[in-house]
């Protein structure tokens, strides 16, 4: 049988950043501003006067202390609180837009780390939550700004868009259209935030990731994570929502309505999704005759730490080790679909032939993708 191994990874972190002393700071200037400005309203009882954020909520109930954006300064405008465009002349030269920023670092990091030339790559799957071009595709963009052959596609999953993405990768080498894949999660997330809203303007942050996926006896190089068997489910929710869409164009008076960008009942979110992602890892590990206490590592999406730690905690039976469920909320908070790869990056160096692990995402849809890899070694 045609088997599958990860042979690479990559990471594009960019270059502007913000704290949650600076966030907040932003977002409570941004709530005397408005409570000023609507002074009369609020004291005759027809608006309700905006809260403050704080710090110690954000970190105790996300773990996130830092969070990485193309624009940091537009967000940290109160009188602005969107992200500033750096685009440049990026419909002339697409290598200026921002997610393809993002894609192509990533990629070239990747394809460096599994020992290929852009030649050598067959397929693209260009999987993320947005799309900041959707004629040409971004994926086939992709394609012929670094040079790789076959087919290349967009696909959007939300968090869990790398990890559909690899099984996406995986069946296309196993039905023989492909041999070498190029996976990629750019997520430019910054400007599908409203934050204007206290419960989830420090949520996010935006990040590209990638990943190579070759055919077993074509790997270039000696070592990787064979993809032993990979899960997916999906099931409707409008917990998690964003319907900003091409057609809100048709109605530009309600283009500011807070419904069009990201929004969620994170207590809903959690209440619901846990036992799903729980059941799914549990049963897709007994399916592969193994436990959690097999796995040297679980590289879980990085929605926030209590999530995180729980999923972990329930599966083992006990609370995991940073080495058994690392988590990288704290300096990147969550990228939604790249969250598990930026663990992964991070912290697979250390395993030895045999040893195995679990890349698990979550999220809006809602989705799960589960994929049990091997360590080996030539
Ligand atoms: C989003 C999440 C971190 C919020 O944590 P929470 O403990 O559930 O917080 P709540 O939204 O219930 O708010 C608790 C209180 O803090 C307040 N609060 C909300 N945002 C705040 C902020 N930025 N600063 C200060 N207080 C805040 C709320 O108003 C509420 O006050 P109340 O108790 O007086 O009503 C949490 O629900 C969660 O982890 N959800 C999982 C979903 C997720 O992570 N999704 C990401 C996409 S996968």
Redesign the pocket.
Known sequence: MTQTVITGSGLYTPPNSATNEEL?AA?NKHVDLYNQKHAAEIEAGDLEAL????E???E???GIKSRYFVDASGILDPERMIPNANEGTWVEDKTKMSQMIMAIEASEKAMEEAGLQPEDIDLIVFSSTIMQQHVPSMAITLQSILGTKGFAYDTQM??SSATFGLAQAESFIKSGMAKRALVVTAEYLSPLMNYKD??????FGDVGVATIVEREDLMKGNKGFRMVSSRLHTELSEN?TAYWSFVSRLTPEKIDDSYLYFK?E??K??KE?LPMVIGLIGDHLEENDLAASDLKRMWL?Q??I??NLFAAKKLLGRDPSFEEAPTVLEEYG?T?GAGCIIAFDKYHDDFKAGEKGILCS???GYSIGSVVVEYIKK
């Not at 206290?198 to 949520?203: E, G, M, N, V």
């Open positions: 907040v977002f809260q403050y954020s704080s110690a909520f954000i105790k109930a996300s939300a968090c206290r419960d989830s303007h420090f949520i998690i969620q994170g207590r979110v959690f999704l999406h929605a926030n209590n999530m969550n939604g979550f999220g809006a």
